[in-house]
Protein backbone atom coordinates (compact mmCIF):
# COMPACT_ATOMS: atom_id res chain seq x y z
CA UNK A 1 0.00 0.00 0.00
CA UNK A 2 1.06 3.45 -0.48
CA UNK A 3 0.44 6.04 2.03
CA UNK A 4 -0.11 9.80 1.07
CA UNK A 5 2.05 12.39 3.68
CA UNK A 6 -0.78 12.70 5.79
CA UNK A 7 -1.42 8.87 6.16
CA UNK A 8 2.16 8.74 7.02
CA UNK A 9 2.28 10.82 9.44
CA UNK A 10 -0.83 9.78 11.00
CA UNK A 11 0.29 6.69 11.50
CA UNK A 12 3.45 7.35 13.15
CA UNK A 13 2.25 9.79 15.67
CA UNK A 14 0.81 7.55 18.12
CA UNK A 15 3.86 5.57 17.90
CA UNK A 16 5.86 8.56 18.83
CA UNK A 17 3.40 9.15 21.48
CA UNK A 18 3.52 6.04 23.08
CA UNK A 19 7.40 6.13 23.32
CA UNK A 20 7.09 9.18 25.66
CA UNK A 21 7.75 11.88 23.41
CA UNK A 22 6.67 14.94 24.25
CA UNK A 23 5.68 16.66 20.49
CA UNK A 24 5.11 13.90 18.76
CA UNK A 25 3.09 16.01 15.77
CA UNK A 26 6.37 18.33 15.54
CA UNK A 27 9.04 15.23 15.33
CA UNK A 28 7.08 13.23 13.16
CA UNK A 29 7.01 16.46 11.15
CA UNK A 30 10.60 17.09 11.44
CA UNK A 31 11.26 13.41 10.39
CA UNK A 32 9.46 13.70 7.04
CA UNK A 33 10.97 16.85 6.22
CA UNK A 34 14.18 14.87 6.40
CA UNK A 35 13.12 12.19 4.21
CA UNK A 36 11.38 14.29 1.84
CA UNK A 37 14.38 17.11 1.62
CA UNK A 38 11.92 19.62 2.04
CA UNK A 39 9.78 22.12 4.00
CA UNK A 40 7.31 21.83 7.03
CA UNK A 41 4.45 23.77 4.80
CA UNK A 42 5.02 21.30 2.20
CA UNK A 43 3.83 18.35 4.44
CA UNK A 44 0.88 20.67 4.80
CA UNK A 45 0.11 22.13 1.17
CA UNK A 46 1.24 18.65 -0.05
CA UNK A 47 -0.53 16.44 2.31
CA UNK A 48 -2.40 13.71 0.04
CA UNK A 49 0.91 13.47 -2.05
CA UNK A 50 1.74 9.55 -1.80
CA UNK A 51 5.10 8.46 -1.12
CA UNK A 52 7.35 6.05 -2.62
CA UNK A 53 8.11 2.54 -0.91
CA UNK A 54 11.70 3.64 -0.32
CA UNK A 55 10.21 7.06 1.17
CA UNK A 56 7.80 5.46 3.56
CA UNK A 57 10.58 3.09 4.67
CA UNK A 58 12.97 5.55 5.39
CA UNK A 59 10.53 7.38 7.16
CA UNK A 60 9.43 4.40 9.31
CA UNK A 61 13.17 3.75 10.09
CA UNK A 62 13.63 7.44 11.69
CA UNK A 63 10.14 6.88 13.89
CA UNK A 64 11.28 3.40 15.19
CA UNK A 65 15.00 5.16 15.51
CA UNK A 66 13.68 7.77 17.71
CA UNK A 67 10.79 5.32 19.65
CA UNK A 68 14.22 3.62 20.68
CA UNK A 69 15.03 7.00 21.79
CA UNK A 70 17.79 8.55 19.50
CA UNK A 71 17.94 12.32 19.39
CA UNK A 72 16.26 13.81 16.65
CA UNK A 73 19.52 16.07 16.41
CA UNK A 74 21.25 13.14 15.72
CA UNK A 75 18.51 11.94 13.28
CA UNK A 76 18.69 15.05 11.54
CA UNK A 77 22.08 15.43 11.37
CA UNK A 78 21.38 19.31 12.32
CA UNK A 79 20.66 21.12 15.52
CA UNK A 80 20.15 25.14 15.62
CA UNK A 81 22.25 27.01 18.32
CA UNK A 82 22.65 31.27 18.21
CA UNK A 83 20.60 31.20 15.53
CA UNK A 84 23.69 29.04 13.31
CA UNK A 85 22.37 26.05 11.75
CA UNK A 86 24.81 23.61 12.78
CA UNK A 87 25.95 19.50 12.33
CA UNK A 88 25.89 17.45 14.84
CA UNK A 89 27.09 13.52 14.94
CA UNK A 90 26.99 10.92 17.63
CA UNK A 91 30.91 12.07 18.17
CA UNK A 92 29.59 15.40 19.34
CA UNK A 93 27.37 16.41 22.47
CA UNK A 94 23.79 17.96 20.92
CA UNK A 95 24.27 22.10 21.51
CA UNK A 96 21.32 22.88 24.49
CA UNK A 97 19.78 26.09 24.70
CA UNK A 98 21.21 26.78 27.94
CA UNK A 99 24.73 26.95 26.52
CA UNK A 100 23.49 29.93 25.06
CA UNK A 101 24.10 31.87 28.17
CA UNK A 102 27.69 31.14 28.07
CA UNK A 103 27.98 32.76 24.66
CA UNK A 104 25.83 36.06 26.17
CA UNK A 105 28.09 36.30 29.02
CA UNK A 106 31.30 35.79 26.96
CA UNK A 107 30.22 38.71 24.12
CA UNK A 108 29.16 41.18 27.40
CA UNK A 109 32.84 40.67 28.76
CA UNK A 110 34.55 40.92 25.08
CA UNK A 111 33.17 44.58 24.26
CA UNK A 112 35.79 46.52 25.33
CA UNK A 113 38.88 44.29 23.92
CA UNK A 114 39.39 45.48 20.29
CA UNK A 115 41.37 42.04 18.91
CA UNK A 116 40.06 39.55 21.44
CA UNK A 117 42.13 35.65 21.68
CA UNK A 118 39.77 33.08 23.02
CA UNK A 119 40.01 29.32 23.36
CA UNK A 120 37.09 27.14 23.50
CA UNK A 121 38.57 23.81 25.40
CA UNK A 122 35.91 20.61 24.53
CA UNK A 123 34.73 22.70 21.68
CA UNK A 124 32.64 19.87 19.87
CA UNK A 125 30.74 20.67 17.68
CA UNK A 126 32.37 24.11 17.82
CA UNK A 127 28.79 25.23 18.96
CA UNK A 128 30.67 28.15 21.21
CA UNK A 129 33.61 28.91 19.52
CA UNK A 130 31.15 29.58 16.14
CA UNK A 131 28.43 31.82 17.86
CA UNK A 132 31.31 33.77 19.44
CA UNK A 133 33.51 33.97 16.22
CA UNK A 134 30.47 35.06 14.34
CA UNK A 135 29.28 37.98 16.50
CA UNK A 136 33.31 38.93 17.06
CA UNK A 137 34.84 39.06 13.46
CA UNK A 138 37.86 40.64 14.79
CA UNK A 139 38.25 37.79 17.60
CA UNK A 140 40.66 34.77 17.02
CA UNK A 141 38.92 31.56 18.36
CA UNK A 142 40.73 28.76 18.85
CA UNK A 143 38.74 25.50 18.55
CA UNK A 144 40.10 22.61 21.19
CA UNK A 145 38.96 19.46 21.14
CA UNK A 146 40.95 16.29 21.97
CA UNK A 147 38.73 13.79 20.05
CA UNK A 148 39.70 14.17 15.88
CA UNK A 149 36.58 12.90 15.46
CA UNK A 150 34.71 15.97 17.31
CA UNK A 151 37.09 18.88 15.70
CA UNK A 152 36.22 17.16 12.28
CA UNK A 153 32.49 18.45 12.62
CA UNK A 154 33.29 21.69 14.07
CA UNK A 155 35.35 22.19 11.24
CA UNK A 156 32.76 21.12 8.88
CA UNK A 157 30.69 23.74 10.57
CA UNK A 158 32.88 26.11 10.25
CA UNK A 159 32.90 25.63 6.53
CA UNK A 160 29.33 25.39 5.75
CA UNK A 161 28.81 28.69 7.47
CA UNK A 162 31.84 30.64 6.28
CA UNK A 163 33.53 31.83 10.25
CA UNK A 164 37.09 32.24 9.05
CA UNK A 165 38.14 33.00 12.13
CA UNK A 166 38.31 30.02 14.29
CA UNK A 167 41.16 27.34 14.68
CA UNK A 168 40.87 24.06 15.01
CA UNK A 169 43.46 21.81 17.37
CA UNK A 170 43.44 18.52 18.40
CA UNK A 171 44.79 18.54 22.01
CA UNK A 172 43.20 17.66 26.00
CA UNK A 173 42.18 21.07 27.90
CA UNK A 174 44.69 23.81 27.85
CA UNK A 175 47.62 21.85 26.50
CA UNK A 176 48.30 23.58 23.47
CA UNK A 177 48.42 26.84 24.56
CA UNK A 178 50.63 29.38 25.23
CA UNK A 179 51.09 30.76 28.99
CA UNK A 180 49.63 34.09 29.33
CA UNK A 181 48.04 34.15 25.43
CA UNK A 182 44.14 34.17 26.18
CA UNK A 183 41.84 37.23 26.58
CA UNK A 184 39.25 34.44 27.82
CA UNK A 185 39.24 31.00 28.19
CA UNK A 186 35.65 29.38 27.63
CA UNK A 187 33.96 25.56 28.25
CA UNK A 188 31.30 23.64 28.45
CA UNK A 189 33.30 20.95 29.80
CA UNK A 190 31.85 17.17 31.21
CA UNK A 191 29.86 18.11 34.82
CA UNK A 192 28.00 14.95 35.33
CA UNK A 193 28.56 12.36 38.15
CA UNK A 194 29.32 9.00 36.66
CA UNK A 195 26.68 7.67 39.23
CA UNK A 196 24.19 10.17 38.15
CA UNK A 197 21.00 8.42 37.04
CA UNK A 198 19.99 11.03 33.88
CA UNK A 199 22.89 9.37 32.37
CA UNK A 200 20.56 6.12 32.17
CA UNK A 201 17.36 7.91 30.92
CA UNK A 202 15.92 9.45 27.19
CA UNK A 203 18.09 11.19 24.65
CA UNK A 204 21.34 12.03 26.67
CA UNK A 205 22.21 7.76 26.94
CA UNK A 206 23.01 8.49 23.08
CA UNK A 207 25.63 11.11 23.49
CA UNK A 208 29.14 10.63 23.87
CA UNK A 209 29.88 9.64 27.81
CA UNK A 210 33.01 11.28 27.43
CA UNK A 211 31.68 14.51 26.91
CA UNK A 212 29.29 14.50 29.69
CA UNK A 213 30.64 12.89 32.87
CA UNK A 214 33.69 13.73 34.74
CA UNK A 215 34.34 11.48 37.61
CA UNK A 216 32.38 10.79 40.81
CA UNK A 217 31.51 14.55 41.70
CA UNK A 218 31.59 15.83 38.13
CA UNK A 219 33.78 18.49 39.28
CA UNK A 220 36.99 16.61 37.46
CA UNK A 221 37.35 18.49 34.40
CA UNK A 222 36.23 22.04 35.70
CA UNK A 223 38.93 21.69 38.84
CA UNK A 224 41.06 20.80 36.05
CA UNK A 225 40.55 23.87 34.24
CA UNK A 226 39.85 26.92 37.40
CA UNK A 227 43.67 25.37 38.85
CA UNK A 228 45.40 25.49 35.72
CA UNK A 229 43.69 28.17 33.34
CA UNK A 230 45.24 31.57 34.65
CA UNK A 231 48.16 30.49 33.67
CA UNK A 232 46.86 30.66 30.22
CA UNK A 233 45.01 33.79 30.97
CA UNK A 234 46.26 37.52 30.17
CA UNK A 235 46.08 39.41 32.81
CA UNK A 236 42.69 40.52 33.63
CA UNK A 237 41.43 37.72 31.13
CA UNK A 238 38.11 35.73 31.76
CA UNK A 239 37.64 32.40 32.46
CA UNK A 240 33.93 30.69 31.86
CA UNK A 241 32.60 27.68 32.70
CA UNK A 242 28.96 25.71 32.28
CA UNK A 243 28.43 23.72 35.43
CA UNK A 244 24.98 21.85 36.72
CA UNK A 245 22.70 23.61 38.27
CA UNK A 246 23.69 22.79 41.33
CA UNK A 247 27.57 23.13 41.54
CA UNK A 248 27.47 27.04 41.16
CA UNK A 249 29.07 27.15 44.72
CA UNK A 250 31.87 24.51 44.49
CA UNK A 251 32.91 26.24 40.96
CA UNK A 252 32.48 29.93 42.46
CA UNK A 253 34.48 28.16 45.57
CA UNK A 254 37.34 26.43 43.50
CA UNK A 255 37.61 30.26 41.04
CA UNK A 256 37.75 32.55 44.69
CA UNK A 257 40.82 29.97 45.95
CA UNK A 258 42.44 30.00 42.59
CA UNK A 259 42.87 33.82 42.74
CA UNK A 260 40.18 34.48 40.20
CA UNK A 261 38.46 37.99 41.00
CA UNK A 262 34.88 39.41 40.05
CA UNK A 263 33.37 35.82 40.66
CA UNK A 264 30.00 35.27 39.30
CA UNK A 265 27.24 32.83 38.38
CA UNK A 266 24.78 33.53 35.78
CA UNK A 267 21.30 31.57 35.49
CA UNK A 268 19.97 30.18 32.66
CA UNK A 269 16.40 30.42 31.07
CA UNK A 270 15.46 27.89 33.46
CA UNK A 271 16.19 30.06 36.03
CA UNK A 272 19.18 27.32 37.12
CA UNK A 273 22.65 28.49 37.86
CA UNK A 274 24.37 27.47 34.67
CA UNK A 275 27.41 29.71 34.00
CA UNK A 276 30.35 30.80 36.56
CA UNK A 277 33.00 33.36 35.05
CA UNK A 278 35.76 34.92 36.82
N1 LIG B 1 23.76 20.15 30.27
C1 LIG B 1 23.90 18.80 29.84
C2 LIG B 1 22.83 17.93 30.47
O1 LIG B 1 22.61 18.02 31.65
C3 LIG B 1 25.26 18.23 30.15
C4 LIG B 1 26.32 18.89 29.38
C5 LIG B 1 27.67 18.68 29.97
O2 LIG B 1 27.96 17.75 30.71
N2 LIG B 1 28.53 19.54 29.64
O3 LIG B 1 22.19 17.18 29.77
Same mark, same amino acid.
Given at each position: ???????????????????GIESPRLEADILLTQVLGVQRSYLI?????????TQYDYFHQLISRRQQGEPIAYLTGHREFWSLDLLVSPAVLIPRPATESLVE?????? #????????? /???????????????????????AIDREPIALAVAQANAHRLKIDNVFFICASWLQALLP??? /????? %?????? +? %? /?????? &????? +???????? &??? &?? #? /????? #??? &???????KGWLLLEHGYNQGQAVRELMQQNGFCGVTTIVDLEEQERVTLG
Open positions: MHYTIQQALQAAIPLLQQAAWSNRQLSTQALKHL #VTITTPMIA /DLGTGSGAIALALARECPAAQVFHSM /DMLVS %NPPYIA +E %N /DVHLTQ &GDIRF +EPITALTA &GID &GL #V /DIRHL #VQY &GQQYLKP
